[in-house]
């Protein structure tokens, strides 16, 4: 029995390691732009999981209401993730001819498209 708690103690402390080291390698490799992106992430994921959370929990009277609001917060979420990925610049050879402001111009104006058809749905 004792060996299973080391064994254990052993996986927590080698996981708590491997969380502080990305920790630590996030923020000194990451640029402010991409850390900006990274919290608007976090934002509308936490948005999303609030807004199915309190599904779940009042029903689905106004069922087209949830399901515009949920495409809505999902569509952000994905054209956020389009927009970390074309303005990383890791990712400059594979997105050579998309320049980080032609990157968020489409990210605008296809957000403005997503709002505009999830408002339109509401009914």
Not at 7 to 35: I, R
Not at 43 to 62: C, K, R
Request: overall charge positive; glycine content about 4%.
């Amino acid at each position: 029995m004792p060996r299973v708690k080391q064994q254990q103690q052993q996986q927590a402390v080698s996981t708590a390691t491997a969380a502080q080291l990305f920790w630590t390698a996030y923020q000194k490799d990451t640029p402010g732009s991409l850390k900006l992106i990274d919290v608007y992430l976090a934002y509308i994921m936490i948005t999303g999981i609030a807004q199915f959370v309190y599904m779940v929990l009042a029903g689905t009277f106004p069922y087209n209401a949830f399901l515009a609001g949920f495409i809505s917060t999902v569509g952000s979420f994905v054209l956020a993730v389009n927009l970390r990925i074309q303005t990383n610049s890791e990712n400059k050879s594979t997105f050579s001819s998309i320049s980080p402001e032609r990157a968020f111009a489409d990210f605008v104006v296809a957000s403005l498209l997503l709002h505009f058809f999830c408002v339109h749905s509401l009914g």
